[in-house]
């Protein structure tokens, strides 16, 4: 069983940063990719960003690449995403999820949520 729990959103304004964390509940972190993901009001849930299981590989959707840098502490069992620039177009609920092995495939683990406004 794999516990994901966010933290780290909040309101703030356009060209802002936001730093979300991922908090990891599991004995061999290590063994997990991770991904971002948001769902914004009334849109699907849509990806953002995943690492590889030892941080060397990351991926990121072109609505954010360049602003947003995912990253992980496998000592500590955290993923982070680093938000710069944000927009208003960034507001949504974002998400971490967890799957065991490789970082392409479907992500089976995920957390609640932790809302991040973008005021215009």
């Known amino acids: 069983q794999v516990q994901l729990v966010e933290s780290g959103g909040g309101l703030v304004q356009t060209g802002g940063s936001l730093r979300l964390s991922c908090a990891a509940s599991?004995?061999?972190?290590?063994?997990?990719?991770m991904a971002w993901f948001r769902q914004a009001p009334g849109k699907e849930r849509e990806f953002v960003a995943r690492?590889?299981?030892?941080?060397?590989?990351?991926y990121y959707a072109d609505s954010v690449k360049g602003r947003f840098t995912i990253s992980r502490d496998n000592a500590k069992n955290t993923v982070s995403l680093q938000m710069n620039s944000l927009k208003p177009e960034d507001t949504a609920v974002y998400y971490c999820?967890?799957?065991?092995?490789?970082?392409?495939?479907?992500?089976?683990?995920w957390g609640r949520g932790t809302q991040v406004t973008v005021s215009s």
């Open positions: 690492i590889t299981p030892g941080g060397g590989s990351t």
């Open positions: 999820a967890a799957r065991l092995g490789p970082y392409y495939g479907d992500y089976p683990y």
């Open positions: 599991v004995r061999t972190f290590n063994n997990y990719a």
